[in-house]
Each structure stands twice: as C-alpha cells, then as structure tokens.
C-alpha cells in the first residue's frame, strides 16, 4: 500500500495514504490534475531588481522551497512506487541560442545565496548551449517549471512523455502585472492526480504567495 510519512514545516509528522487514489487514477489514460490561478503578494520584484537579483531566480527559488513545505508535493512515482522527495533538483526552461528552447537543472538549496550562484551560472550555460541539455531521470526528485513572462496565460498543458508518468510536479509562471505595491502573475500546477489533489495546489500556492512576501525586506536571503 502506497502510505508516506512525511514532515511538515511545522515539524509535526502525518502518515500520507494515497493508495485509493493511486487506483483510481491509474486507469486513467490521463491521469494529471492542472490548475492555474493567479498568485498575488507584496511587490518583491522591484527590490530584488535594486539588489541586482533576477525576479524569476527569487519566483524559482520560492517555487523549491513552497514545494518542500508542502508534504503531498514532495510525492513521486516510479513504476507504482511511492517515494518522497528529500533533495529536491529544480529544472526550468531557458530561451537559447535562436530563441530555442533549451534547460537549465540545479539543485535547489534553502540558502539562497548558494542557489543564486549555481542559478546564475548554469543559466549562462544553458543559454549559450548548442544541443539540448537534457538531464537522465534516474530519479523523482525534480521539479519542473517554466517562466512565460509574455503572456497572463489562464491555462496551459505541459506535454508528458508517457500519459501514465507525470508525477513530476510541472510549474508555470506567467507575466507579471503591478499595482499598488503588489505584484501578481498567473501560475498553474499540473502533477498526477493520484498524488495530489485540488488542495495541495491551493495549499503550494499559498505558501509560494507567503514565501515571495517574506522576500521582500531582504531579497538577498
């Protein structure tokens, strides 16, 4: 039976047990859940732009630490095994040479100094890479996201190499709008729906809505 124990961020202990849902959805043909919804927080983007730090580098790293923080986001699958996340590596798309798509892949760290290094460094990798940077997944242990900042998009569909594996959870990140001192984008979450249901998404959005506002009296940390 697929039953989890995973930590919370407050440090208390709950046993996840999915296996019903795992059933359910595995005789799906589709069995992803995709929401998209519009996140909204104090402005974080202007003093990260004063402090020299890319915007999408603090949404990414918030987007690693909101996934850690929630217990069911941290869920996998590999051939019907549950598995929790404990290092989590983040992968996100880049436009590369010819405005081509390419991938970045970095481990996500809490200390954001560290992955703002390692973020800023790939990144120049991957933009400057001929071929496609494509990583082995020989793990669960990933997320992935992607940044549209041309667009307020309301919904989107990742592609998934075969209907059955998209445990993965996939993060898209739209166009920023600013009013008022505050910042809002769209964002969607598509993950498998026997992992994760409607609120888990809502629970991750929330605290990437939480974690960006606490970004913004210190985007250095």
Not at 11 to 28: K, N, P, V, W
Not at 85 to 109: A, E, H
Not at 188 to 210: S, T
Request: contains cysteine; charged residues 20%.
């Amino acid at each position: 039976m697929p039953r989890i124990g995973s930590g919370t961020r407050h440090g208390s202990t709950e046993l996840i047990d999915r296996s019903r849902q795992i059933a359910l959805f595995d005789r799906y043909d589709q069995p992803a859940v995709n929401i998209a919804a519009v996140a909204d927080c104090p402005d974080f983007v202007t003093p990260a732009k004063q402090a020299g730090i890319p915007p999408f580098a603090r949404v990414l790293h918030a987007i690693g630490r909101a996934s850690m923080d929630i217990p069911h986001m941290r869920l996998r699958l590999l051939e019907k095994r549950v598995s929790e996340v404990k290092n989590l590596t983040m992968s996100y798309t880049v436009i590369g040479r010819d405005q081509n798509l390419n991938f970045s892949t970095i481990p996500y760290t809490p200390d954001f100094q560290a992955f703002l290094a390692a973020y800023l460094a790939d990144r120049e990798i991957a933009r400057n890479a001929v071929d496609l940077r494509l990583t082995p997944l020989t793990s669960r242990d990933y997320i992935f996201t992607t940044c549209l900042p041309w667009l307020r998009f309301t919904s989107i569909q990742h592609p998934m190499a075969r209907f059955g594996d998209c445990s993965i959870p996939n993060v898209a990140i739209g166009k920023f709008g600013h009013s008022n001192g505050r910042v809002d984008f769209p964002v969607a979450v598509q993950a498998h729906h026997g992992l994760i249901d409607g609120l888990h998404i809502a629970q991750f959005i929330a605290r990437l809505e939480e974690v960006l506002a606490e970004a913004v009296n210190d985007p250095t940390r």
